[in-house]
């Protein structure tokens, strides 16, 4: 294997490898053993602490509070879409009078934490409920780094694509919405999606404004006195489930971007701008 | 795809998850014997008692994450502490029995609109009388009067009130009443004041040794100390006075005095207090009987 | 304007913190996540998967509940105690943010520095060793030099996203920006404005930076 940093290893480069690999794993070993000795010594494997997963109502609270947080994704999902998009398409008016506003509110959204967009919303204009709030603030944010994202992908394309369509006769309008959106979001796929995924992530906050989501559900079961207050058992339970749940949104990412490289409509661009925004997505 | 994928997959993970499902609670919690259901209770004048009556149900707001006072135990789903005992009781002597009652559970800031709505016929949940609130709903009761107090652990000899803090981490929740009593009275320094979300959570603080001390009402603290009699303890010097009242609605005066003559004779008599020794008691502190105030 | 200069003695702490926080977290993770992309583009398969596990793991997890972990159920582990930070609980509760704020960025640190690395062409190093060059000097005069361009540009947004995160902590008993609001309520002030200022605080650190990060994106893009 040759990479940019290293040549391919002769007879004595290996060996090393050998030994750096075994001294590694020793390491890494080492450390997972300890916080598994830790887990063991103070009890966090006992079943009392684990018989709280057996018990139906809280099987269904829990499978309550995932919906919760699927429901908060879900919606703030496709809103933050749509605003991405109508405020991508705003940035790249022609006219001045709806770039400058779009442009404004696209800057303002992005350089606010999330945490204080939220608070702004829950206790600062109390629209409803704290779903409102958490699906709000999620909108907003996610939905104008959206729109940093489609504007990045509708500039990528070859400026061909909007000439033919203007010489086809088509109005602004319909060269955005039917030539420049629909490619620039399959250019831009794998950035949406990590973005849907920092989307999924971020819905953890409505924990703060005491959302019923999965943080809040670990929380209550974590402190509830009966199975020895399980707070590590249960965190690693919801844990796992952001994971999976994560992790199934970014294989459909990577199945996604492998069906439509083999499907001829994607233009190839040169320079994918995709990936400095997967690498930057935090 | 996506959907599908999606369904199939929580659809296989509740299977699996109800496949071994138990009913029921581990452990019992306290309840007082059941109160005589009293027959033909007449209020007049009272249009929240007749709307009880056409519906032949009571609808009662309370609390569902209070140990020991209004509690929804997450296993059994039933409610149950003190909260629950006196609502009981007020449900018993109007004539509804313990399956003709439907708990909602309301947190602090919904209960005036709850109350204003008609959504509760009445709240029991660590409601404190205040003039304030009494512009917007009436009072029964008190029922309980509370005070500011500190939980601490049950070896724990240094700390004996309010005055011996200095030094010591107290946590309460953010925002609160009694967190902002411990910062304006300086009762510890800033950087030892330890502000989360819930209560339990600082309980669960106080255990691991995180902090030394939980603030807030003494009921809320008691309830929390009835959990674990063994290893937390209530210091018993309240330092503050916080009455607790049964929410109704602001003009029914006629259920108002009918609630209070409930109350008047459950303390007299022996009810409020097996209640209570069922429930807040198990802590192993006594409580002042209230004196009502009428009005 | 009242709510701010009625309550400087909030948003002047306040702001220190989060300043506080996000400087010692930035150094952390910036240590912390190049020794990761080491471990990422290694010549020793274990270390490679050892990298991608921990940042596969980290990235699929939400900031807030790493802080839900070490905020408040790490310590049950016993590997640290109450006393280990200074004692007090303002400094229990900020290492304990620290430390989430830095095992996650990190991650997305690791991540960056790759994806830099992996923009220079083979064969350049293949080239520089051609020269007789050693490890270090390939490393040092050819692979950084060219690699700090594709670097620095997303790290940047790192930054901005860390020093946004730390308001996180509201929620775990670290006063700082995110929990002005909170202790405002206390003191009877309208919560709108009081946010608003800190909304307005956080514009007027973030916008710079991210024109500073954009300038150089276009400058560094085009000599690449």
Known sequence: ?282 | MRVRTLAVALLAGGLALTACGKEGGPGDTGTAPPQQVATDVKVDGSPTFDKMKNRGRVVIGVKEDQPGLGYKDPTSGKFNGFDIEIAKLVAAKLGFADDKIDYKAIPSAGREQALINGDVDYYVGTYTINDKRKQQVAFAGPYFTAGQDLLVKKDDNEITGPETLKGKKVCSVTGSTPIQKVKSEGLTEPENIVELQTYSLCVEQLEQGAVDAVTTDDAILKGYASQSPTTLKVIGKPFSNEPYGIGLPKDDKALRDKVNDILDAAISGGDWQKAYDATLGKSGSTAQKPVLERY | MDVLLDNLDLYGPGFLNTVELFLISAVGSLVLGTILAMLRVAPVPVMRAIGTTYVTLIRNTPLTLVFFFFALAFPLLEIVNADTFGGSAASYYFSAALMALILYTAAFVCEVVRSGINTVPVGQAEASRALGLTFGQMLGSVVLPQATRAVVPPMMSTMIALLKNTTIAAGFSVFQAGSISLNLSERGENQLIGLLWVAAFFIVLVIPMTLLQRSLEKRWSIAR
Not at chain 1, 190 to 204: E, F
Not at chain 1, 237 to 246: E, F, R
Not at chain 1, 252 to 258: D, G, I, N, Q, V
């Open chain 1, 1 to 282: 294997m040759s990479s940019v940093l290293f040549d391919v290893p002769g007879p004595r480069a290996r060996l090393r490898h050998r030994l750096y690999a075994a001294l590694t794993i020793v390491v890494v070993a080492g450390l997972i053993g300890f916080v598994l000795y830790r887990f063991a010594a103070t009890g966090q494997f006992e079943g009392k602490k684990w018989s709280w997963l057996e018990y139906v109502n809280i099987q269904l609270s829990l499978v309550d509070a995932l919906l919760n947080t699927l429901k908060a994704f879900g919606l703030g999902a496709v809103f933050a879409l749509v605003f991405g998009a109508v405020f991508a398409a705003g940035q790249l008016s022609d006219h001045k009078i709806i770039r400058v506003p779009s442009m404004l509110v696209v800057e303002l959204f992005r350089a606010v934490p999330l945490v204080v967009l939220i608070f702004v919303f829950h206790y600062g204009v109390s629209p409803g409920p704290p779903l409102y709030s958490v699906v709000l603030g999620l909108t907003l944010y996610n939905g104008s780094v959206l729109a940093e994202v489609f504007r990045a992908g509708v500039l990528s394309l070859p400026r061909g694509q909007s000439e033919a369509a203007y010489a086809v006769g088509m109005r602004k309008t319909q060269v955005m919405t039917n030539v420049l959106l629909p490619q620039a979001v399959r250019a831009m796929l794998p950035a949406i999606i990590s973005q849907l995924v920092v989307l999924l992530k971020d819905t953890a906050l409505g924990f703060l404004i005491t959302y019923d989501e999965l943080l809040d559900f670990a929380r209550d079961i974590g402190s509830y006195f009966e199975f020895g207050r399980p707070l590590i058992p249960v965190t690693i339970v919801v844990a796992a489930l952001y994971i999976s749940m994560c992790l199934l949104l970014t294989w459909l990412a990577t199945y996604l971007e492998k069906r439509s490289r083999r499907d001829k409509k994607v233009i190839e661009l040169e320079k994918n701008p995709a990936e400095d925004v997967v690498a930057a997505a935090v």
